[in-house]
């Protein structure tokens, strides 16, 4: 059977539709292999947490799936393949008439979209690549005992056992560091910036073009990724460099690490951020669709903190403190400027 088969015989399982043959395939093909286990505990995840009871309407999938993509800056445009809502011929269930196959098929877009983003980016053969899905952490022990903590939405790859002579890992999205020293230096790459390391705390953040080194502890250099100098920018603790395209920040800029870190203790900390990342981040953190109703409060910026909170409150919360005032229509939300 191919993936995408046994993805349909997974949502047949939650179900309780399978038959006994084919939940005795599956729980074969389960102990395969750790990917194979991974992918089921995925979509069991996402049912136990789902909503059972039938939705007011039925989603419109190629639409979601078309606004995620867009929102994630996914190139492709053709819609996510979701098992089981386009084989009109299969008997085994009549999913047009199941509200719960449908809600259960659009959570698992999710799912299948972490997977076709991370593909996007992914490197050669003997590489390991981990990520961390839509609201969702991961703590990561490499070879060497750094460890690593991936933030919603944000991705890790390195050589397999990592380099006799150097540690080179990339990151896409966030990510916090604890290097283990051991000798070798270790390299952060992102998109657009270098971080060259030898033992040291710090915190990466790299999206749409642009990267942010904090320290905690320790001191890093950071580079353009491409630049033809090799001139770098030192940090120690508490400091932080930027780097937009192919400039760096001139200096380092003095920050309370601890403060900015806060998204290790669950909170989500802006500092002068426009709304524009504001939002970005309040949808990687609560999986729910955010509009502005006018393209111009984009480059509004926020500073402030939200601890662990509903998102109706923290918009609520944003727009108190933004003079501005918002809709609500399920998980979707709406901005408005206070006329």
Not at 53 to 82: G, K, Y
Not at 259 to 275: A, C, N, Q, T
Not at 295 to 305: F, G, I, K, R, V
Request: charge should be negative.
């Amino acid at each position: 059977m191919s993936e995408e088969a046994y993805k349909t015989l997974i949502i047949k399982h939650l179900l309780g539709e399978a038959t006994s043959a084919e939940n005795q395939e599956l729980e074969h093909w389960r102990t395969a292999s750790s990917e194979n286990e991974k992918l089921f505990t995925d979509f069991a995840r996402i049912w136990r947490t789902s909503p059972k009871t039938e939705p007011a309407r039925l989603p419109a999938i190629d639409t979601e799936w078309l606004e995620l993509a867009s929102e994630l800056h996914f190139e492709s445009q053709r819609p996510a393949r979701v098992v089981g809502l386009t084989d009109r011929k299969r008997t085994w269930v009549q999913p047009w008439r199941n509200a719960r196959y449908l809600a259960l098929a659009a959570s698992v877009l999710l799912v299948l979209f972490a997977s076709l983003f991370y593909n996007k980016f992914a490197p050669e053969d003997g590489r390991v690549e981990l990520t961390a899905g839509v609201g969702a952490q991961e703590i990561v022990e490499l070879p060497d005992g750094s460890t690593v903590r991936l933030n919603s939405v944000s991705q890790l790859s390195y050589p397999a056992g990592l380099s006799d002579d150097e540690r080179v890992v990339v990151v896409r999205g966030e990510a916090f560091f604890e290097i283990a020293k051991d000798g070798r230096p270790f390299i952060v790459e992102t998109e657009n910036a270098r971080v060259r390391v030898l033992g040291t705390v710090f915190n990466v953040w790299a999206r749409n073009g642009e990267t942010r080194v904090i320290v905690q502890e320790g001191r890093v250099a950071v580079r353009p990724r491409e630049s033809e100098t090799p001139a770098s920018l030192e940090l120690t603790a508490n400091q932080m460099a930027v780097c937009s395209g192919e400039s760096l920040s001139g200096a380092p800029v003095s920050v309370d690490a601890a403060h900015r870190l806060g998204w290790l203790e669950g909170k989500i900390v802006f500092s002068k951020s426009p709304l524009s990342e504001v939002i970005a981040e309040l949808q990687r953190r609560y999986q729910v669709k955010i509009r502005l109703s006018a393209a111009y409060l984009e480059q509004e910026t926020l500073t402030a903190t939200f601890n662990q909170k509903p998102i109706a409150e923290v918009i609520e919360s944003l727009c108190l403190a933004m003079h501005l005032r918002f809709t609500e229509d399920g998980n979707s939300f709406t901005i408005y400027a206070i006329d």
